[in-house]
Every structure is written in structure tokens, then in C-alpha cells.
């Protein structure tokens, strides 16, 4: 079975950019998750999908932030424009069912010079 | 005050020897509690769980919870090469991971 899967691994992007990560939870994963970590501080939760609906979005650092999960299968994050301050490493998560086990994707390390 | 608390190391220890990993929380409403192990360039992946106070062992993995005095703990026995990881102490709120920073461990050869 394929792990959560997230496209690009690397990403160097210039400020005032748009940048798009995708990410691809396991095969009938209905809860699926961002999660964002910045230099030196922890990892920490951006938002929730339950399918194709947002579950929770207090995590959203602010509107240039928009996250996607259109048919409730793969789901992608655009940052738009990019700042310097978004640079830092975006994880994607899945879970079958709330309150079981996250598998977490390997993460997409964005860059905005 | 953040929710969890984490020594961000690094931790260097020899081949063989016991490694203690430490967190603390702030919420005392806070029930499960993870570790988690991320290898570099990879994501976090679950080591284990503990729910409420007492130990769990799994292996020479020991996860201890002492509630009274919100502290965390991760014990590792014979440690190996191959434990040289970041560790990431953890608990949930809902459906949401609260992560401290993660130490990082090198073992020694």
C-alpha cells in the first residue's frame, strides 16, 4: 500500500510568487491534514479535510493560504503571494477514520527568497 | 506558556547506552500523548501512544506518562545507530497533533 505521497518534495520560489503543493493521503483516507513547520518551531497544524469538505481551517496562517481537496481524493495548498515567512516545511498527514493513526507524507520543503 | 514543551538537543550518547527523552505540557485536560521518530527528510511516523498516566513498553522502547506533574517521557534501551533520529513528543486536541520541537539524536558508534 502506497504511503501519503507529496509533490514537489523541494520548492524554491521568489516573494510574491504562487506556489502549489500537492498531496496524494492513502487510498481511502477520508481525513486528511496540513500541517506547516517553521525554522526552530514546532510542527504545527494548518487545517482538516473530511473528504471533500474543510473540517477545520484555524490552523490557516491567512488568506493567502488556500487549500483544496476537490472530489475528496488528493488535496493541494496554494500559497499566493508567497512571503518570506512562509518558507518552512508543509506536511501532509492522513488518517482513516478520526482518532486513529496519522501517516504523514515526507513533506515539501518550500523556499520564498 | 506553549502547549508542549521540548528540549530541541542535540543528544549525543554512545552505542548501547539508555536514552532519556523528555516533555512537558501545560494542559492537564490533555489525555493522549505520542512519540513520534523522523528521520531526516522524511515525515514523523508514530512510535508510540500512551493514554492517561502508567508506562507502555513495546520492545526497548519505554513511553511513561506521569500526569500528576504534566511530564512526558521516552526510554530507549541498547540503543542503536539506526535510533539516530529527531523525536517528537506529542499529544491531540481533536483531531489536531500538538508536536513539541523534536530532540535530535545521534548514537554514537
Known amino acids: 500500500e502506497a504511503g501519503v505521497t507529496q509533490f514537489p518534495s523541494h520548492s524554491v520560489i521568489e516573494k510574491g510568487q504562487t506556489v502549489t503543493l500537492r498531496c496524494d493521503p492513502i487510498?481511502?483516507?477520508?481525513?486528511l491534514y496540513w500541517y506547516r513547520r517553521v525554522m526552530g518551531k514546532e510542527i504545527k497544524f494548518l487545517l482538516h479535510f473530511v473528504k471533500e469538505s474543510k473540517q477545520d481551517e484555524s490552523g490557516m496562517p491567512n488568506n493567502r493560504f488556500l487549500a483544496e481537496r476537490t472530489g475528496g481524493t488528493y488535496s493541494t495548498l496554494k500559497v499566493q503571494p508567497a512571503e518570506l515567512e512562509d518558507s518552512g516545511v508543509y506536511f501532509c498527514?492522513?488518517?482513516?477514520?478520526?482518532?486513529?493513526?496519522?501517516?504523514f507524507g515526507q513533506g515539501t520543503r518550500l523556499t520564498v527568497v | 506558556q506553549k502547549e508542549v514543551e521540548q528540549d530541541p538537543g542535540p543528544l549525543s550518547v554512545p552505542e548501547g547506552a539508555i536514552v532519556s527523552l523528555n516533555c512537558t505540557y501545560s494542559?492537564?485536560?490533555?489525555?493522549?500523548f505520542m512519540w513520534y521518530r523522523q528521520y531526516s527528510r522524511k515525515g514523523p511516523e508514530l512510535l508510540m501512544y500512551t493514554y492517561s498516566s502508567g508506562n507502555k513498553e513495546d520492545g526497548r522502547f519505554t513511553a511513561q506518562v506521569d500526569k500528576s506533574s504534566k511530564y512526558i517521557s521516552l526510554f530507549i534501551r541498547d540503543s542503536q545507530p539506526s535510533d539516530s533520529a529527531t523525536y517528537l513528543c506529542a499529544t491531540v486536541t481533536g483531531d489536531k497533533i500538538i508536536f513539541g520541537k523534536g530532540t535530535r539524536l545521534h548514537i554514537l558508534p
Open positions: 487510498s481511502g483516507h477520508d481525513n
Open positions: 494542559n492537564s485536560a490533555f489525555q493522549y
Open positions: 498527514a492522513s488518517t482513516r477514520d478520526r482518532g486513529t493513526e496519522a501517516f
